[in-house]
Each structure stands twice: as structure tokens, then as C-alpha cells.
């Protein structure tokens, strides 16, 4: 089994920056470092969207453009954790923030929609004032 926990959000103003994490738990069998990830949002009202994603390497990474230049995505192996460091919060950015999993044999390619994804946390909300 997978978990996937999100944490790191909270109401911030316009301007300022947030980082959010999803801690995984990975059952045996499976490792993080396989593991494809992603960030996706949800805000009231709207369809789930894409935000980032990174490969499992992490040495790739991909990001909508609405968040291009002001969002990164990062993993850290040892913590089976990746985070979205948001910075230059817009109103518009206001949503609950998801992170999402699937295991990939590439270890380059990211994945973009969120049918491509097997595993979702519950979510963080992040609300940005203006």
C-alpha cells in the first residue's frame, strides 16, 4: 500500500511564499525513488488541475504554466518526501493542493494529468488573501 500525506499549507497573503510536503509511505515491495510524483489543485467550484510534476530521478520536471517561474518542485530520497515551494502567491492560487504517485520503469518522463496517477493524498489547503 501507499500513503501519501500532505502537509504545509495555510492562509498566506499576496506576495508571499509557502512551501507545502507530501511525505510517502511505501509499503515493501515498492520504493519512493520509483515513484513518479505530482502536484495537482482543486478550487472551489473548478476541475482538478495540474501544477508540477518531477520523474523519479528528479531530475526532471514540468510545470503548468500559470505557475512557471514562480513554483518548484523538489524530492529528497532519503525522507521519501516531495515538496512544492510556492513563492510569489497570487489569489489565484488559492485551492486545496494535492500530491499524487505512480510507479514508473522511466526515470526521466513526467506525467501531467491526473489519469496517469494511481495514489492521491487528502489534500492541503492553501489560501492566499489579496
Known amino acids: 500500500q501507499v500513503q501519501l500525506v500532505e502537509s504545509g499549507g495555510g492562509l498566506v497573503q499576496a506576495g508571499d511564499s509557502l512551501r507545502v510536503s507530501c511525505a510517502a509511505s511505501v509499503a515493501s515491495g515498492r520504493t519512493f525513488s520509483g515513484a513518479a510524483m505530482g502536484w495537482f489543485r482543486q478550487a472551489p467550484g473548478k476541475e482538478r488541475e495540474f501544477v508540477a510534476a518531477i520523474s523519479r530521478s528528479g531530475t526532471s520536471t514540468d510545470y503548468a504554466d500559470s505557475v512557471k517561474g514562480r513554483f518548484t518542485i523538489s524530492r529528497d530520497k532519503d525522507k521519501n518526501t516531495v515538496y512544492l515551494q510556492m513563492n510569489s502567491l497570487k489569489a489565484e492560487d488559492t485551492a486545496v493542493y494535492y500530491c499524487?504517485?505512480?510507479?514508473?520503469?522511466?526515470?526521466?518522463?513526467?506525467?501531467?494529468?491526473?489519469?496517469?496517477?494511481?495514489?492521491w493524498g487528502q489534500g492541503t489547503q492553501v489560501t492566499v488573501s489579496s
Open positions: 499524487a504517485a505512480t510507479w514508473s520503469t522511466s526515470y526521466y518522463y513526467t506525467w501531467t494529468t491526473a489519469h496517469d496517477y494511481d495514489y
